[in-house]
């Protein structure tokens, strides 16, 4: 299983970005697909949440409103759009995948805003 992500960069703030998610080796309709994130010198958190079908999402009250997470299963790829970037939103973002007693993960994409 890989989970490939791209998309980070350096924005400045109230900037917008997209991530990608592109997986490979799995059946990824069955999976939900989440983003999580890792500031320096704090624990990683979810981010945002799609269930297999798509149907439903969970976002982190943080970012309400600003992100979007979805997917295509044709093409096996989840996205986060993200809007209205603050500073505190710089991290390192990771794709994150589940279905029942199993999980995994991408390897990480800084994002970096600027003030």
């Known amino acids: 299983v890989q989970l490939q992500a791209s998309g980070g960069g350096l924005v400045r703030a109230g900037g917008s970005l997209g991530l990608s998610c592109a997986a490979s080796?799995?059946?990824?309709?069955?999976?939900?697909m989440s983003w999580y994130r890792q500031a320096p010198g704090k624990q990683r958190e979810l981010v945002a949440r799609i269930t297999p079908n798509g149907m439903t999402t969970t976002y982190a009250d943080s970012v309400k409103g600003r992100f979007t997470i979805s997917r295509d299963n044709a093409k096996n790829t989840t996205f986060l759009q993200m809007n209205s970037l603050k500073t505190e939103d710089t991290a390192v973002y990771y794709c994150?995948?589940?279905?029942?007693?199993?999980?995994?993960w991408g390897q990480g994409t800084q994002v970096t805003v600027s003030s």
């Open positions: 994150h995948a589940s279905i029942i007693g199993l999980e995994y």
């Open positions: 080796g799995m059946i990824f309709s069955l999976n939900t």
